[in-house]
T-cell receptor, first 115, second 111 residues
Framework: DAGVTQSPTHLIKTRGQQVTLRCSPK?????VSWYQQALGQGPQFIFQ???????QRGNFPDRFSGHQFPNYSSELNVNALLLGDSALYLC??????????????FGPGTRLTVL | RKEVEQDPGPFNVPEGATVAFNCTYS??????FFWYRQDCRKEPKLLMS???SGNEDGRFTAQLNRASQYISLLIRDSKLSDSATYLC????????????FGAGTQVVVTP
């Protein structure tokens, strides 16, 4: 049973560029959440997708956008990259009924470095 | 005040000893809580859920104090493999609420 997978594992970009990160949820899960984890901090919620729609959003600018596909996989797009966007980006999947009462399964993350 | 606050540590613990640390939360309406464990440069993984006054799983005990709005995690008979960062998590919002993570408490178990 495959867990949550993310690609790529590492990425180096320069300021102003755009990046797309990808996530495949755990088998049977249909809800995907994205988090940003800066060094020494806990993960910060970016947004959550369910049924191909953004259901919840955290305090992130519009430069951060996402998409969910019919097979439940998801993409995170970040435009006009800033140095402060350097972080580990985590994708987590869950059942919709899990919500806050359920477990979220995290992928290994994509480490983004912006130069 | 941050929504979820934790003592960053590190808590240096001799192998076999007991360690405990707290997490305070600001939203008094929160009903469920979680402790996640994160190893260095790895993804967080669920350690324990806390829905009522507490929960116990082997050497790990989580307690909830709603009046004072804090959750504690106690690790008994610490193992070297317990070395990790422990993240306190409080869901926000309604049924589809987001997870609010604390910054984590680092625990280092020494031989």
């Amino acid at each position: 049973d495959a867990g949550v997978t993310q690609s790529p594992t590492h990425l180096i970009k320069t300021r102003g560029q755009q990046v797309t990160l990808r996530c495949s949820p755990k088998s049977g899960h249909d809800t995907v959440s994205w988090y940003q984890q800066a060094l020494g901090q806990g993960p910060q919620f970016i947004f959550q997708y369910y049924e191909e729609e953004e259901r919840q959003r955290g305090n992130f600018p519009d430069r951060f956008s996402g998409h969910q596909f019919p097979n439940y996989s998801s993409e995170l797009n970040v435009n006009a990259l800033l140095l402060g966007d350097s972080a580990l980006y985590l994708c987590a999947s869950s059942f919709p009924s899990g919500g806050p009462q359920g477990e979220q399964f995290f992928g290994p993350g994509t480490r983004l470095t912006v130069l | 005040r941050k929504e979820v606050e934790q003592d960053p540590g590190p808590f240096n613990v001799p192998e076999g000893a007991t360690v405990a640390f707290n997490c305070t939360y600001s939203n008094s309406a929160s009903q469920s809580f979680f402790w996640y464990r994160q190893d260095c440069r790895k993804e967080p993984k669920l350690l324990m859920s806390v829905y009522s006054s507490g929960n116990e799983d082997g050497r790990f005990t989580a307690q909830l104090n709603r009046a004072s709005q804090y959750i504690s995690l106690l690790i008994r008979d610490s193992k070297l493999s317990d070395s990790a960062t422990y993240l306190c998590v409080v869901p926000r919002g309604g049924s589809w609420g987001k997870l609010q993570f604390g910054a984590g408490t680092q625990v280092v178990v020494t031989p």
